[in-house]
């Protein structure tokens, strides 16, 4: 019997010749899918010399409908569609300099919520017309009881995110799914303006709302800038990673560490964890970098293969209105997917149809017509964005007479999938993120 750590297990002799059959482990960390249809993923191990995730997938039937099928659930399908259309699904789209450029152009856009996470760290005070003012943004209702009529300024403190925090528009450590705006990630720093209750009211690099205290670590500017804005870090490439593996808590998909050495494949990283009274400490994880892809150093290059294998990864995971349960909702599993390439993109679907940002973000679109004009005559590269009213889609291609997408689909509890976009009959942009 063959056993591969955390992944799969062989669950048959095997002639020679043969190829060795595996079943997804339920505590997997890729390729994660609802327990109830764990039995029916079957991967094939592909030859040594190619990519891990190049594998035939069957099932679920979760993931695919609308016109898909369940080899369209496997992104290689789609790198290879790619490839056949004339696309290097390995060429850098944007180099790292041009994603930062990206980024900075993005928050000077001025209307789409980003704050760099040195600009958080440069924050010292704060007004009670700052914060009525953000609530407004938001949507929020800041009552003068959560946050008092406080005159001049108050001086803020600094937070690093030690276990996955829900984000929500009231004062609640059990909120009902519309309280629910959205999740941070460990170690994401944010400036903490008020507390009140067990919660924090707070405001991270694309978001604003109240945290629990209990996942907040309290820390000075230097430590934060350690956590929300490393020079040297590992991002978690896995769907999410489970303290079975070492680490002391969940990381989902995205979250940045800081290392602390690397020996060969071996690396150790710095997970931030909260004391008994608040503050930062934190505990050291070693992992091994190989081709299961649980962790990466640093970002992963901005490639068509890179971007298509990191959504897959979240195919057939539950929806989560703003996060709820640690799930994701439509815009988050984009930007979650662009985050593993070091994009800072709106967290909403609404800021997302607003990105025009610099010469790196190409826009058309404004109605239905429009779009599907483009679309019809023009090959788009897969992980191209298409957005309508309140949703957002990663786009795959045009294949036998009709054209498809991947994305977190449905109102309450359904699955990020691969569907046909005919579907859909009131779409609004195309975002193109390229030269």
């Known amino acids: 019997m063959t056993f591969m750590v ?7 002799g095997i002639a020679q010749g043969a190829v060795e059959m595996y079943v997804m482990k339920q505590d997997a960390v890729d390729f994660q899918y609802p327990v109830s249809e764990i039995d029916s993923i079957v991967f094939y191990n592909p030859a040594p010399d190619t990519d891990p995730f190049d594998k035939q997938i069957t099932g679920p039937t979760v993931a695919y409908s609308d016109g898909a099928t369940a080899q369209m659930t496997n992104p290689f399908f789609w790198i290879r569609f ?3 259309k004339g696309i290097n699904t390995d060429a850098a789209i944007l180099t790292p300099s041009e994603i930062v450029s ?26 009670r017309a700052q914060i009525s003012t953000l609530a407004t943004t938001y949507g929020y209702t800041i009552s003068t009881t959560q946050v008092p009529n406080f005159s001049g300024n108050r001086n803020v403190e600094y937070g690093i995110v030690t276990s996955f925090s829900q984000m929500t528009n009231i004062p609640t450590t059990s909120p009902a799914r519309n309280d629910c705006e959205t999740g941070l990630e460990v170690s994401e720093g944010v400036v903490i303006y008020y507390e009140y209750s067990n919660c924090y009211l707070v405001k991270s690099k694309n978001y604003f709302g109240w945290v629990p205290k209990s996942t907040i670590a309290t ?25 079975s593996l070492g680490v002391p ?19 150790t990283f710095r997970v931030p964890t909260r004391t008994g009274s608040g503050s930062l400490s934190s505990q050291e994880a070693t992992l091994l970098v190989d081709r299961n892809e649980y962790i990466h ?23 989560g209105w703003g996060d709820q349960y640690s799930d994701r909702d439509c815009s988050s599993t984009l930007w979650t997917a662009y985050k593993c390439c070091g994009f800072l993109l709106p967290r909403n679907t609404g800021q997302q149809q607003n990105m025009n940002a610099g010469a790196y973000c190409k826009s ?29 889609v990663m786009y795959l291609g045009y294949y036998n007479n009709a054209h498809y997408i991947i994305h977190q689909s449905g109102s309450s509890r359904s699955s990020c999938k691969v569907t046909g976009l005919s579907i859909y009959n009131a779409l609004t942009y195309i975002k193109a993120i390229e030269k």
């Open 6 to 12: 955390g992944l799969f297990t062989c669950i048959s």
């Open 82 to 84: 790619a490839q056949g």
């Open 102 to 127: 990206f980024n900075q152009a993005m928050v000077n856009q001025g209307n789409l919520r980003l704050t760099l996470p040195t600009s958080l760290a440069n924050e010292t005070t704060v007004t």
């Open 219 to 243: 820390c000075s500017k230097g430590d934060f800038l350690q956590f929300a804005d490393p020079s040297n870090f590992v991002i978690v490439t896995a769907e999410r990673l489970q303290t």
């Open 249 to 267: 808590t969940m990381l989902r998909m995205g979250t940045k560490l800081p290392i602390v050495s690397q020996n060969g494949n071996f690396v």
């Open 297 to 319: 150093v640093g970002y992963l290059p901005y490639t068509t293969k890179n971007l298509l294998k990191q959504m897959f990864k979240m195919l057939g995971q539950p929806y």
């Open 364 to 392: 058309v679109g404004a109605n239905h017509t429009a779009v599907m004009n483009a679309l019809n005559g023009t090959t788009y590269r897969p992980g191209t964005i298409i957005l309508m009213s309140g949703h957002v």
